[in-house]
């Protein structure tokens, strides 16, 4: 518990009522180590009185958006102060004509959007991790959460133009930090904004974002379609990559994971593989690039074939994006992996992954970014199971890093139960930069107050 002075002094920044202590930590728990109190600022002012606090008691800060992203990371060292930011959910600045949109870390993209297609003729953000309805601003840059749409539009470090942050640094009394602007290039040094993208909270209290945002396509469609084999899927694909289309994103996932999307009650589940291919633009170049595709299906066999539009295109995007949750509901001790390897090497990791886990008899739902070379994979394990493969699944992971890192790229372990995360360093080996990781870390936060222990070598 803490100290009753500390607790008065933080019940003076925020209000008693927005101070927790009782059942609701529970529902804070980091990787089920429960903190000593909960806080929920409405205002950047609050954060920085909250984060001077921290830094002069010496407790530590796990910043909190909407909680989808809490599972990735190792354990944290400590969980002293959770800081929930979803009260700080205002759009601040929607400048349409200059491209861009600024609003507070606390605010959930669904609300981004829904506000942005009312902005002139229509606008959204290119933004689509998963749970991309949940997720918050800040949360999606902190965990650095892109999606399927970065095939076309970029990833986070494309689409964010600025940043506010707070650092509970003494000398600087945990002022706001402003950097980066509207602009693509508003720095004439480093893009420190490119700095906290990914770092998951560990050198700074992310509270403001500034990103590019672009008009409303005229039209938005979906190709499915079912393959006998995960072969002639990944044929298919290849084919569309070397077209001259210009897909928004381009998904493979296996006959597991269909049966996990419910756009998926009006086809059968009867193929081994799918592709799913969404495309955006003015009408007419829609549909030809609908018939252009439709024929590279056809050509590698496709036995199923389904064209999504409308609200059934909308919410088709929102199961993939909903499928670890999906997952993780079916077990308490679900583990997700991501495996980053270069576009070629895709469906080789893929097939071996799928292998694996028939070899050790699991089920293994696999999803795919086959344009950007981003393979998932979400085992659901009850506790027993999960106590009966625990070693098989260890070699699995180490051998799939491995074979990652053969092929020029890396597997990250996004979530798992706590048990498992003592056996494996989630992260993996990331060579010489730990050091200048270290450095980074110990120059923003000298005292280890934001998320300690949860990064990369163990920050």
């Known amino acids: 518990m803490l100290d009753k002075k500390i607790k008065a002094g933080l019940s003076e920044i925020v209000g008693k009522a927005s101070l927790k202590q009782d059942e609701t930590v529970k529902d804070y728990a980091v990787d089920e180590l429960l903190p000593q109190a909960v806080l929920f600022p409405r205002t950047v002012e609050e954060v920085e009185r909250i984060a001077i606090v921290a830094f002069e008691e010496g407790l530590s800060i796990i910043p909190w958006g909407g909680g989808t992203q809490m599972g990735l990371g190792a ?10 930011l979803n009260r700080l959910d205002r759009i601040l600045d929607q400048d349409h004509e200059n491209m861009s ?3 507070e870390a606390g605010i959930r993209l669904g609300a981004i959007q829904e506000s942005l297609c009312h902005v002139g003729s229509g606008f959204f953000l290119p933004l689509d991790p998963p749970r991309a309805e949940e997720v918050t601003l800040g949360g999606a840059v902190a965990a650095n959460g892109s999606g399927p749409s970065q095939l076309r539009y970029g990833t986070l470090r494309d689409l964010v133009l600025g940043l506010e942050v707070v650092i509970p640094e ?4 945990s002022q706001k930090t402003s950097v980066g602007g509207k602009t693509v290039k508003n720095v004439s040094g480093y893009d420190m904004s490119k700095l906290y993208i990914g770092s998951i909270g560990t050198l700074a209290i992310i509270v403001e974002v500034t990103c590019r945002i672009i008009p409303l396509p005229e039209e938005r469609a979906t190709v499915v379609a079912g393959f006998p084999q995960p072969e002639a899927a990944w044929a298919c694909v290849q084919a569309l990559l070397e077209t001259q289309l210009i897909p928004s994103a381009i998904e493979v996932y296996n006959r597991e994971a269909a049966s996990l ?8 589940v009867k193929g081994e593989a799918w592709v799913a ?4 633009g003015i009408r007419e170049a829609v549909a030809r690039q609908i018939e252009e595709i439709n024929s590279y299906t056809d050509s590698e066999g496709a036995t199923e074939i389904s064209i999504l539009r409308g609200p059934e295109e909308g919410d088709y995007w929102k199961q993939v994006g909903r499928l670890g949750l999906e997952v993780q509901n079916m077990g308490a001790w ?3 992996l991501k495996a980053s390897v270069p576009i070629s090497h895709a469906p080789d990791i893929s097939k071996a992954m799928g292998q694996e886990g028939e070899r050790i008899d699991v089920s293994c739902n696999q999803l795919t970014h086959a344009g950007s070379g981003i393979v998932y994979i979400h085992i659901p394990l009850p506790e027993g199971l999960y106590n009966e493969k625990q070693e098989a699944l260890t070699r699995m992971v180490m ?5 990652a890192k053969e092929m020029g790229g890396s597997l990250v372990v996004e979530y798992a139960p706590p048990v498992f995360k003592e056996r494996i360093d989630v992260w993996g080996e990331v060579g010489g930069v730990v050091p200048i990781m270290e450095a980074l870390k110990k120059e923003f936060d000298p005292r280890a107050v934001l998320n300690p222990g949860r990064y990369v070598g163990g920050i």
């Open 170 to 173: 003494e000398r600087e009394k």
């Open 101 to 103: 949109i600024t609003a």
């Open 75 to 84: 354990p944290p060292m400590r969980a002293d102060l959770v800081v929930c």
């Open 261 to 268: 999307f419910p756009a998926h009650a009006r086809l059968s």
């Open 334 to 336: 679900g583990i997700g």
């Open 399 to 403: 051998a799939f890093r491995e074979m």
């Open 277 to 280: 291919v969404r495309l955006e």
